[in-house]
């Protein structure tokens, strides 16, 4: 939420409902009596009605949506305060029966006033175009995905064996042109490797463009970080920082884990005492960061062995990996580390340390900035047949 001037009283609660084409917008005073009854805009004609009409005694309101952030930096100028609503908690807590647009404006024009309003946090535009850039390069992969998969199955419906090396290589193109089809499966074959020889140079180049971005002065204090962790490059390390936004905003490392959709269920109401799976309830595309993060990582395991299974490994690994180095990240200076908190110096690696290709490795130089005296790290075996194999305890003196 942003806020104009203070000392400014509010005297209007305006509230936009967003949809695809329009919005609506209606406004209530601070004794929730309408003041303007509700209107449909388009874009265009709300950009020229804002400009005249919305001043710093104005709070307004809108739900988050994908055209939203657009509203909010045009208004954010001329209100008073710009608040971003929950889309969900705003259902569970507005839900009826007969819906409208007018209605639904009203409502959240009468909570915003209130101060009923159950606000999100707004991302910043750095923030907005790396999480962008990773939403695109996940399409991009998917798709690449697909395609491979599909001459795969060429394979498999005609008993045929990849060549050697690379299947699909732009060496191996001629092979694959080669194969004895019909003259529908050519062209679908001879389609899907075209495909991959157009997304190939794109991926690449949106992953130079994430490598660009890591070098900024907002994400170069941070990324050093993640890149010392075995498993994690520099795309995993900006993925994890683009979800997470502004670090500070959480209080603590347990509510990155709520944040990421990491925290177990829990029903205490009454006699009744029970809990349950993860929630999973994040934003943006996080969800399957959070979960599928644990397999890239090769060998990271700060918990014992145990008899847990492979997902509950996974889910303890990716927990750890957000409590124990995030809790670095915060301005406290203090460092989580198992049940303890372990001072921090006021120190950052200096950026220069580490090189911005995608598969970034951090190379600390022998005049790096400082670090904590010893980090102890339990470190497991990730191996596909033999899971868990072997456990030790590694403690790296890194400071000079």
């Known amino acids: ?72 930096d045009q208004l954010t100028p001329l ?11 705003v259902k569970l807590i507005s839900a009826a029966r007969v819906k409208t647009d007018a209605r639904d404006t009203l409502k959240l024009a009468r909570l915003l006033a209130a101060n009923l309003i159950p606000a999100v946090w707004v991302p910043p535009v750095a923030v907005r175009e790396v999480r962008a850039l990773v939403t695109h390069r996940k399409r991009l992969v ?11 199955g ?32 050519q062209l679908r074959v001879r389609q899907d490797l075209t495909l991959l020889e157009t997304l190939d140079p794109l991926i690449a180049e949106v992953e130079a463009q994430l490598g660009q971005l890591s070098t900024d002065e907002q994400w170069s204090k941070l990324v050093p970080f993640l890149l010392q962790l075995p498993g994690l490059g520099m795309l995993s390390a900006m993925t994890i920082l683009a979800a997470i936004g502004d670090i500070a905003r959480f209080p603590s490392a347990k509510h990155l884990i709520g944040y990421a959709g990491l925290g177990t269920r829990i029903h205490a109401s009454g006699q009744v005492q029970r809990g349950g799976g993860i929630t999973r309830r994040v934003v943006v595309s996080s969800e399957r960061l959070w979960w599928r993060l644990p397999g890239s990582l090769s060998s990271i395991m700060l918990i014992g062995k145990g008899n847990l299974s492979d997902s509950a490994h996974a889910l303890a690994n990716t927990r750890r990996l957000l409590s124990s180095p995030a809790s670095c ?25 580490y090189s911005a290709g995608p598969r970034a490795v951090a190379r600390l130089p022998a005049n790096a900035a400082p670090r904590p005296r010893s980090c102890v790290t339990t470190l497991i075996n990730w191996d596909l047949e033999k899971k868990w194999k072997q456990s030790t305890t590694v403690v790296e003196s890194i400071a000079s």
């Open 1 to 72: 939420m942003s806020r104009g001037n203070a000392s400014t009283p509010i005297t209007r609660y305006v509230a936009l409902n967003i949809h695809r084409t329009y919005l609506t917008v209606g406004a209530v005073d601070s004794q929730q009596q309408i003041v303007l009854t509700p209107r449909r805009f388009g874009f265009e004609s709300f950009s020229a009605w804002a400009a005249t009409h919305v001043s710093c005694s104005y709070a307004v309101v809108l739900k988050a949506t994908a055209n939203a952030w657009m509203l909010y």
């Open 79 to 89: 209100a008073g305060s710009v608040t971003v609503a929950h889309p969900l908690a």
């Open 142 to 152: 998917k798709q690449r995905t697909q395609a491979r998969n599909r001459l795969q």
């Open 154 to 185: 060429v394979l498999q419906r005609h008993n045929l064996s990849a060549p050697e090396g690379a299947a699909f290589a732009l060496k191996a193109r001629a092979w694959w042109l080669s194969l004895p089809l019909s003259p529908a499966e």
């Open 329 to 353: 990240w915060w301005p406290s200076g203090t460092c989580s580390a198992g049940s303890r908190l372990i001072s921090m110096p006021a120190c950052r690696p200096s950026p220069a340390h």
